[in-house]
């Protein structure tokens, strides 16, 4: 019987009913440890024999890549491919497949929420309250504040809508995306008048190829003041040691994080700030996204496998 490797740390941790169609095809399919992201080690142990795999957001390296026998797919169960080895992937024939925007409402909702939080120092007084202290904060309202995102794809979009409501201007830079009949209230800017402009700034794109963070000293040094921060994408958008320099300076008023470079972070620097909101990436862990992401990477899957 041929197997199928499955790591998404919900699923792992809970099941999906997705997983049924799999079996119903004639797999066997394997985990990876329950609700962890797998090391290289296990990687290593557990795909030999493989033929597919229904990744999450684990690294995926050319010597991962390398030790596997007869792996033809990889179907990520959401859009990110950055942690995987493309170039290896490619060169061993091996398929990688994405679930595209499955989980862009769960991310641009959670998007609204930390930029809510952040405006109205939600936490902050939620913290103090649970000590018994009756410390209010004054926040400020979103109406005629300008959004600026870094991406316009399909989280960026639903993002826009939602401020949009709350009656905010929004502009975005992509250097790819084209938005026909766009909604009134938007429109692209090219990304030093994003920086220069926002008052609350949502990234929403991929790390540089090189590895470079798109938010470093000089670009935050640039950035307007007392602007909020938002990262619900890749952990390496953001130099830590220059965001916690803005933080203190409150070049950066607020930051919301639900992304880091390593999975739980070892760096609790920014974590811990008390003007930092942090999450652990939780933009995609919703029923209906979970649903949504692992139907789509099963039925790529099964797909790709030419048993669907």
């Known amino acids: 019987m041929q197997k199928i490797l499955v790591t998404p740390r919900s699923v792992t941790r809970h099941g999906h009913p997705s997983l049924k169609r799999l079996e119903a095809a004639g797999f066997e399919v394997v985990f990876c440890r329950p609700g962890e992201l797998p090391s290289d080690e296990e990687l290593r ?28 797919v990889i179907s990520r169960n959401g859009t990110g491919v950055d942690a995987i080895d493309m170039e290896s992937a490619k060169r061993l024939g091996i398929q990688v497949l994405r679930a595209q925007g499955a989980n862009a409402r769960g991310v641009a909702e959670l ?31 979103l109406e005629e504040k300008t959004l600026g995102l870094v991406g316009c794809g399909r989280v960026g979009r639903l993002v826009t809508g939602f401020a949009l409501a709350f009656g905010m201007r929004v502009i975005s830079h992509d250097p790819i995306a084209e938005w026909e009949n766009a909604p009134e209230g938007f429109s692209f800017a090219e990304l030093d008048d994003v920086f220069r402009r926002s008052d609350v700034l949502s990234l929403h794109c991929p790390p540089a190829s090189d590895g470079k963070a798109l938010l470093d ?50 760096d609790r620097r920014l974590v811990e700030h008390p003007r930092v909101i942090a999450t652990p990436h939780i933009g995609g862990y919703t029923s209906q996204s979970i649903d949504r992401a692992m139907d789509v990477a099963v039925d790529n899957l099964l797909q790709a496998l030419s048993v669907a």
């Not at 795909?47 to 684990?58: D, N, T, W």
């Not at 309250?129 to 009756?134: A, D, E, P, S």
């Open 111 to 141: 998007t609204m929420g930390l930029i809510l939080a952040l405006a109205r120092s939600v936490t902050a007084c939620d913290r103090a309250m649970k000590t018994g202290k009756w410390e209010r904060s004054s926040g400020f309202e």
């Open 45 to 72: 142990r557990l795909l030999p024999g493989c033929v597919g795999y229904v990744a999450g957001v684990e690294p995926i390296r050319a010597k991962v890549l390398e030790s596997t026998q007869g792996l033809k």
């Open 217 to 266: 000293r000089e670009v935050i040094e640039r950035l307007k003041p007392g602007v909020l921060v938002i990262n619900t994408a890749r952990g390496g958008l953001i130099d830590p040691d220059a965001m916690l320099q803005a933080l203190e300076k409150r070049q950066v008023a607020g930051l919301g994080l639900d992304a880091f470079e390593e999975e739980p972070p070892n």
